[in-house]
């Protein structure tokens, strides 16, 4: 069974400083993985899709790593915002059955 | 193009009651997963249909089922309801049920169970 943890459960930084988002997961057979933002209340939005073969991905501010022989991930989010509020989810799709295994979540406050 | 819309967006029904959560992918989208995310968990697996066909189901009870149409819309219905079944039920779509494409999620229906 694939475990999904997500250290830590929260942070709180000032504006501006960079944030570092921990994901680890148990089963490295792993078919991709993606990172989604979801606000209070609403739904996931997709960040990073992240394929096994991958390193890493990139788009704007956000980073992410992928070391599946280690089983983990990182997001790194350059120069935070008051608008970077908000809970980062890691989710893992299996290789044996495409199903997304999440972790519970680091909640992020950026204050102002 | 719309996102992938669920309806109704908030609800309350009783215990004992049954519920149908309605999904429709976005377009083009022939894959449609439902998740069940109870207050400051992760979301959890519940069921995967692909072309219609169930592809994957999660460890949930037989109470809980789901269809997926023609147009690639879904329900998925709860009969008996208990207290426990308070979540909130996201209905995710992909281009096919095997890809590394990215999976989108819809805004998630709040079921409130008294």
């Known amino acids: 069974k694939q475990e999904v943890t997500q250290i830590p459960a929260a942070l709180s930084v000032p504006e501006g400083e960079n944030l570092v988002l921990n994901c680890s997961f148990t089963?490295?057979?792993?078919?991709?993985l993606q990172w989604f933002r979801q606000d209070p209340g609403k739904g996931l939005t997709s960040l990073l899709l992240i394929q096994s073969s991958q390193r890493e991905q990139t788009s704007g501010r956000l980073n992410a790593s992928l070391d599946k022989s280690s089983g983990r991930s990182t997001l790194y989010i350059a120069a935070s915002q008051p608008g970077d509020s908000a809970t980062y989810l890691c989710a893992v799709i299996r290789s044996n059955d495409y199903k997304l295994s999440f972790g519970a979540g680091t909640t992020v406050t950026v204050r102002a | 193009d719309a996102g992938v819309t669920q309806s109704p967006t908030h609800l309350i029904k009783t215990r004992g009651q049954h519920v149908t959560l309605r999904c429709s992918p976005i377009?083009?989208?022939?894959?449609v997963s439902w998740y069940q995310q109870v207050l400051g968990q992760g979301p959890q697996f519940i069921f995967q249909y692909y072309e219609k066909e169930e592809r994957g189901r999660g460890n949930f009870p037989d109470r809980f089922s789901a269809r997926q149409f023609p147009n690639y819309s879904s329900e998925l219905n709860v009969n008996a309801l208990l207290l426990g079944d308070s979540a909130l039920y996201l209905c995710?779509?992909?281009?096919?049920?095997?890809?590394?494409?990215?999976?989108?999620f819809g805004e998630g229906s709040w079921l409130t169970v008294v």
């Open positions: 377009s083009g989208h022939k894959s």
């Open positions: 995710a779509s992909s281009l096919i049920w095997s890809s590394g494409n990215t999976i989108y």
């Open positions: 089963d490295s057979a792993i078919y991709n």
